[in-house]
């Protein structure tokens, strides 16, 4: 069987872990394995991540917990709040192993990754995908799927298909013949293909094209012509072509927002102060990881529109007279706006900031203002925010503003939340003999 063209160029192979947040903490709590395991969301309000064994029960994820919670501790389902801190830290881990297997990886999301392949042998490549599976688990406990093909869209369409047919192949696929290839694509519809969206799958089935196949029969150029320059690298990725990175799905946010509900409803300014002060510093620390500057910093304060009590729902923008990377300076304009919006009274549920008129950071031709001298310092305080954000990276409590630590009453609620196992010394696990 001759191998699709192209695969002598590029071999990408697309490595995800099963239900990674009921794994990880399975991993480190034996007797959840084999058990109906529901993982919450923020504020412990619906199941984002469900076990094998509580999909078998009927639970659908995205459900209100509040609303088959009754139901599920009848069936005997183990719940867990969401620990952020430790699935990052096994998502760290589970990067630093497959770069065992090759150089060149990029990470896709929090449990997925694709790995470049090039230069192996084509007819190995299913061993070599096993034997990524098996140091994965051996080494850090995550069961793993692989799927193998000639273009980043190929490798997404082969993992799915390794999830599908997961006791048949053991969870690796690779793509290596036409006939594989043509297999796959015709039992794949076109909302299952990489980067098509909903709306454009429906045009594309109301013109008669409804599976992957059928997309990738398409003229490139006709594509490119009628469509868009997206589905024409989508039709010769189908192809077994590789021209779309996948770091070029990571494109720069246009608008950065950082907000999230409070685990109880909020009254105290203070307290809202200190929220604010968190999702600044958090906001800031997106802008300047895509290389960008703000314009415009908003704030917005809600109550929850659900309960019978009075509602205020409010926002506020301002504009800087220069664009700045600085966490400090977007916090004092957001305060400022908090002391003009906020009023007392009020059973606060969520607050959050948004960076606005974003720019390229490299951009640094800065409007001069008489009566303003931030300009002058706005390049000393992004030298300050590298040294900040280098810290962070580097140790847990990092940089922070004062009034961060000064208040926990708006953090999430996590009355589930399992130890953070991995990174917090008093929280290590306990052997006893």
């Known amino acids: 069987m001759a191998a699709l063209d192209g695969y002598r160029d590029q071999v990408w192979a697309l490595v995800d872990a099963k239900s990674f947040y009921c794994a990880c903490e399975q991993l480190f709590d034996p007797k959840l394995v084999n058990k109906p395991l529901v993982v919450l969301s923020n504020n412990d309000g619906c199941c984002v991540a469900l076990s094998a064994e509580a999909k078998a029960l009927g639970i659908k994820r995205g459900a209100p917990w509040f609303k088959v919670e009754r139901e599920a501790r009848k069936m005997g389902v183990e719940v867990r709040s969401s620990n952020y801190t430790l699935y990052a830290d096994m998502s760290r881990r589970f990067i630093e192993e497959l770069h065992r297997f090759s150089p060149h990886v990029e990470q896709y999301s929090i449990d997925e990754a694709f790995v470049r392949l090039d230069g192996f042998k084509l007819d190995g490549l299913t061993q070599y995908g096993?034997?990524?599976?098996?140091?994965?688990?051996?080494?850090?406990?995550?069961?793993?799927?692989v799927g193998i093909g000639s273009s980043p869209t190929l490798a997404k369409l082969g993992n799915q298909a390794a999830k599908q047919y997961e006791q048949r192949v053991r969870g690796v696929i690779q793509i290596d013949t036409q006939q594989r290839r043509q297999w796959l694509l015709e039992r794949c519809t076109v909302q299952d293909i990489w980067g098509v969206g909903a709306k454009t799958a429906t045009r594309l089935q109301t013109s008669g094209i409804n599976t992957a196949l059928q997309l990738s029969e398409q003229n490139p150029a006709d594509m490119r012509r009628l469509w868009n320059v997206g589905l024409a690298r989508t039709a010769l990725e189908l192809q077994g072509v590789s021209c779309i990175d996948p770091g070029d799905i990571d494109e720069k946010r246009k608008q950065i927002l950082s907000s999230r509900s409070f685990g109880t409803d909020i009254s105290d300014l203070n307290d809202l102060k200190s929220a604010l002060a968190f999702h600044c510093q958090r906001a800031g620390e997106k802008l300047r990881r895509q290389n960008s500057q703000a314009n415009v910093v908003g704030v917005f304060l809600r109550t929850n529109r659900y309960k019978d009590l009075p509602q205020h729902n409010i926002s506020s923008a301002r504009e800087l007279m220069c664009p700045s990377q600085d966490s400090y300076k977007f916090l004092d304009v957001a305060l400022e706006q908090l002391q003009s919006i906020y009023r007392s009274g009020y059973a606060y549920q969520k607050i959050g900031v948004i960076l606005d008129g974003l720019t390229d950071s490299n951009n640094d031709q800065f409007q001069f203002d008489m009566f303003d001298t931030s300009a002058l310092e706005e390049m000393k305080r992004r030298d300050l925010m590298a040294i900040t954000d280098q810290m962070n990276a580097r140790f847990k409590n990092?940089?922070?503003?004062?009034?961060?630590?000064?208040?926990?009453?708006?953090?999430?609620?996590?009355?589930?939340?399992?130890?953070?196992?991995?990174?917090?010394?008093?929280?290590l696990q306990a052997a006893k003999c």
Do not use: C
Not at 130 to 145: A, F, M, N, Q, W
């Open 398 to 427: 990092g940089v922070k503003p004062a009034s961060v630590i000064g208040s926990t009453n708006w953090h999430m609620r996590q009355a589930f939340r399992s130890n953070r196992w991995t990174t917090r010394l008093d929280e």
């Open 130 to 145: 096993k034997e990524i599976r098996d140091t994965i688990y051996s080494h850090l406990g995550l069961p793993v799927r």
